[in-house]
Nanobody, 125 residues
Framework: QVQLAESGGGLVQAGGSLRLSCLAS????????VGWFRQAPGKEREFVAV????????SYADSVKGRFPISRDNAKNSVYLQMNDLKPEDTAVYYC??????????????????WGQGTQVTVSS
């Protein structure tokens, strides 16, 4: 079982940048694919980006493609989401989640077994 903790959220002006981190503990980190998801007020949680256990495969939601590169450092048990050119519509609570590498890499929320508590990102116009 793996525990996840997000950090790096905050308040930023439109056009600015933030880097979110997801730190894992409790299990071998390279056994998991890791995804980022977000939930804005009054909206359903949605997929943002995912990275495979090795880092070789990534996938992005169309809304963030080209702005939010995802990366990981298995030696540091961490996954990162670099958020560039932020827009007010990116305002949300951002969650990282883990899925066993024994399963196919997916973007479906229901396929992820372990979740962090979330970090708030607020983008002002």
């Amino acid at each position: 079982q793996v525990q996840l903790a997000e950090s790096g959220g905050g308040l930023v002006q439109a056009g600015g940048s933030l880097r979110l981190s997801c730190l894992a503990s409790g299990s071998t980190f390279s056994n998991y694919h890791v995804g980022w998801f977000r939930q804005a007020p009054g909206k359903e949680r949605e997929f943002v980006a995912v990275i495979s256990w090795s880092g070789a495969i990534t996938s992005y939601a169309d809304s963030v493609k080209g702005r939010f590169p995802i990366s990981r450092d298995n030696a540091k048990n961490s996954v990162y989401l670099q958020m560039n050119d932020l827009k007010p519509e990116d305002t949300a609570v951002y969650y990282c989640a883990a899925q066993s590498r024994a399963r196919a890499l997916t973007t479906k929320i229901s396929d992820y077994d372990y979740w962090g508590q979330g970090t708030q990102v607020t983008v002002s116009s």
